[in-house]
T-cell receptor, first 115, second 111 residues
Framework: NAGVTQTPKFQVLKTGQSMTLQCAQD?????MYWYRQDPGMGLRLIYYSASEGTTDKGEVPNGYNVSRLNKREFSLRLESAAPSQTSVYFC??????????????FGDGTRLSIL | QKEVEQNSGPLSVPEGAIASLNCTYSDRGSQSFFWYRQYSGKSPELIMSIYSNGDKEDGRFTAQLNKASQYVSLLIRDSQPSDSATYLC???????????FGRGTSLIVHP
């Protein structure tokens, strides 16, 4: 049982290049999330998908797009990478049970450097 | 604005001591509370969840929730150097699909 799988684990891009970060979960969760984490800034939500077929902006969506491909997969795309997007990116998933939400499960992260 | 506040630390404790980590939040309607541990260079991993007032114990870890005072704490008994990490508090506010994370408290357990 892999949990949340992110690819790639590391990537170096040049300014202006594009790329897609992949995320897949095998826990049958409805909700999936993309975060970035920078030193001293904590986790900041980029986009989330409450359920298959829906996506919404989080705190820092500019420069990113997402696709909820199916219930398992949620991808994050950088159309034109900028040095300010150098960060560690985490994908997470969770499920709602009754009136409350269950904890998020995180992938191992993608370390992205943009030169 | 709904916030989750944590002291950034670092909190330094000797091996074998009790480490106490605290988190305060702004909405009394919050329903789900979680503590994550994040080692340097790794992803957050869940260590405790708590949903109702009182204490919840799991091994060396105890989570304490006080909804009236709007705080949740994590106690680590018999702290070990391997407990050195950043501890993140996360809360689902009422009606939200999105957890609000604190910025984390850095814990250092020295031999």
């Amino acid at each position: 049982n892999a949990g949340v799988t992110q690819t790639p684990k590391f990537q170096v891009l040049k300014t202006g290049q594009s790329m897609t970060l992949q995320c897949a979960q095998d826990m049958n969760h409805n909700s999936m999330y993309w975060y970035r984490q920078d030193p001293g800034m904590g986790l900041r939500l980029i986009y989330y998908s409450a359920s298959e077929g829906t996506t919404d902006k989080g705190e820092v969506p500019n420069g990113y797009n997402v696709s909820r491909l199916n219930k398992r997969e949620f991808s994050l795309r950088l159309e034109s990478a900028a040095p300010s997007q150098t960060s560690v990116y985490f994908c997470a998933s969770s499920e709602a049970v009754g009136t409350g939400y269950q904890p998020q499960h995180f992938g191992d992260g993608t370390r992205l450097s943009i030169l | 604005q709904k916030e989750v506040e944590q002291n950034s630390g670092p909190l330094s404790v000797p091996e074998g001591a009790i480490a106490s980590l605290n988190c305060t939040y702004s909405d009394r309607g919050s329903q789900s509370f979680f503590w994550y541990r994040q080692y340097s260079g790794k992803s957050p991993e869940l260590i405790m969840s708590i949903y109702s007032n009182g204490d919840k114990e799991d091994g060396r870890f105890t989570a304490q929730l006080n909804k009236a005072s709007q705080y949740v704490s994590l106690l680590i008994r018999d702290s070990q150097p391997s407990d050195s990490a950043t501890y993140l508090c996360a809360i689902y506010y009422r009606g939200s699909y999105i957890p609000t994370f604190g910025r984390g408290t850095s814990l250092i357990v020295h031999p």
